[in-house]
RNA sequence: GGAGACGUAUCGAAGUGGUCAUAACGGGCUUGACUCGAAAUCAAGUAGCCUCUCGUGGGCUCGAGGGUUCGAAUCCCUCCGUCUCCGCCA
């Protein structure tokens, strides 16, 4: 949610950002905001006066009947009935305005950050950076649920029988190293300087909405039946709600948290749940990263966020490349946004495993996190990325790992969380 | 899940239908005075949001939202949360 007087002040600025993103048809919101909101301040000047005479007369009838003038408080009596009477119209007239511009302004997209490449879709997102070489081996790389099978790690018949597609049991030294990839992630974060934080993985209306947009919603949140509950798609939701209605003090920012936690996703957008395989799926865990920090240095936090997640991937030979989101691609709510994507040797091309994001001030606006500085409160700015989410991220492990004779390498920082062993083999039972 | 108690500023807490809610009383914190310094003492200050005609303006907020009333922290309803006991469980 941006600020409403920027529509004031700016609103071809406004304006001039809907058309980069490529959503004209909220171009009129602009204009219907800036007339309903000169209407509803107005109205609620009136009606701020109202309020002020009825208080005011009301404290006289006070005083009267402690005087035992009955004649005097009738008559007051009678004149804060007039007043009570226009201010009831009004007030309803106060109250649809409010909530008809709230209704626009939510779906208004955030400012998007000058640096931001233009464009329609995911198509026109830009490579920034390669790091390490994509290797294509000279033997062949099987489909990672081959992989996977072949040491009895995966099992997605009973999944499916128990829980439907899109969910999977992980068996043996693939579970293990699922885990053992998490525990990783968790240490690695914690020797960088965040504190680690198991959040609720469930959450309440009004933090959904706080941090996500509507549209976001629909398509990803999973509703607890006769409960106002939601499984989080993600730690960020529950970390980021934790400062809700918070007025934070400025020496202690920036907050650099790391969080652990299973997320949920009906996945019902474009892309839908794949047929076979741990890429898209209903259920996964993940590492998350995020920073509530002062609005100036959002920016260089941006920067260090999604390194870490290359840094990660690089610890564990896993060639990557940073992709930044166009601005047709940004969700609303953002002012910047890029995917960290791995190397597939299989597939010959990166895929998304990790996704940073700044917010600026939207989410601290819907959700009321504010700082305490010297010359008086300003909303922070937040920003959020993943360290990693296996099992996605157990495709790209599996794929560039894999050696020639079937055996998978565990590099250095994994082998302490799998038993000291250097590799999987294949000759175990799942 | 059952029964009871409760929710007022930074904390404890008074106020149980009106005429001092920035809010009694007490503590904490900040600044100043006193002091070589500290303690003690004294003084001042210690919410947020919205809005206008920007003034020692006005409005809103007593967990949240509704209702009754000329007027609600106070009465009624719903929800949220905390505590105690019981039940259940990891």
Request: aromatic share 8%.
């Amino acid at each position: 949610m941006i600020d409403i007087k920027l529509i004031r002040t700016q609103p071809d600025l406004v304006k001039e950002n809907i058309k980069k993103k490529f959503q004209d048809e909220k171009l009129p919101l602009v204009d219907e905001v800036f007339a309903m909101d000169k209407e509803y301040r107005e109205a609620k000047t009136r009606c701020d006066y109202l309020r002020g005479r009825r208080n005011a007369i009301s404290k006289q009838i006070g005083g009267f009947m402690a005087k035992g003038d009955k004649d005097a408080a009738a008559k007051a009596k009678q004149e804060v009935a007039d007043v009570a009477k226009e201010l009831q119209e009004l007030e309803s007239r106060e109250e649809v305005l409010e909530a008809e511009i709230k209704k626009r302004m939510m779906v208004i997209p955030n400012i998007i950050d000058a640096s931001v490449p233009i464009g329609r879709d995911d198509s026109e997102n830009v490579e920034v950076e390669r790091f390490g070489e994509p290797v294509v081996p000279d033997f062949e790389i099987p489909y990672h649920v081959d992989i996977m099978e072949k040491f009895s790690g995966i099992d997605l018949d009973s999944a499916r029988r128990t829980s439907g597609n899109g969910f999977y049991y992980l068996t043996g030294d693939i579970a293990r190293l699922h885990s053992a990839i998490l525990s990783y992630a968790r240490d690695f974060m914690i020797d960088r300087g965040f504190t680690y934080c198991v959040p609720p993985f469930m959450i309440r209306a009004n933090v959904v909405k706080g941090v996500m947009s509507f549209a976001e919603m629909e398509n990803m949140m999973y509703k607890i039946e006769g409960e106002d509950l939601y499984l989080i798609g993600t730690s960020e939701h529950s970390m980021i709600g934790r400062f809700m209605d918070t007025i934070l003090p400025e020496e202690k920012m920036p907050l650099t948290l790391t969080s652990y936690s299973p997320c949920f996703r009906k996945e019902v957008g474009a892309h839908g749940i794949e047929e076979r395989g741990v890429y898209r799926i209903h259920q996964f865990e993940k590492q998350e990263m995020i920073v509530i920090c002062k609005p100036e240095d959002s920016m260089d936090w941006f920067v260090k966020l999604y390194m870490n997640t290359v840094d990660f991937f690089r610890s564990l030979d896993i060639p990557v490349r940073t992709l930044e989101c166009c601005s047709g691609d940004l969700a609303d709510l953002k002012v910047k946004s890029l995917d960290v994507e791995a190397w597939s040797p299989r597939q010959k091309k990166y895929f998304e495993v990790g996704s940073c994001s700044n917010l600026g001030d939207a989410q601290a606006r819907r959700l009321g996190i504010r700082i305490k500085g010297e010359n008086g409160n300003y909303f922070a700015h937040t920003l959020n990325n993943t360290v990693v989410a296996p099992p996605r991220m157990l495709i790209a492990y599996l794929e560039n790992n894999l050696q020639a004779d079937g055996s998978v390498k565990i590099p250095e920082p994994l082998r302490g969380y799998m038993g000291g062993k250097l590799y999987l083999s294949e000759n175990q039972k799942g």
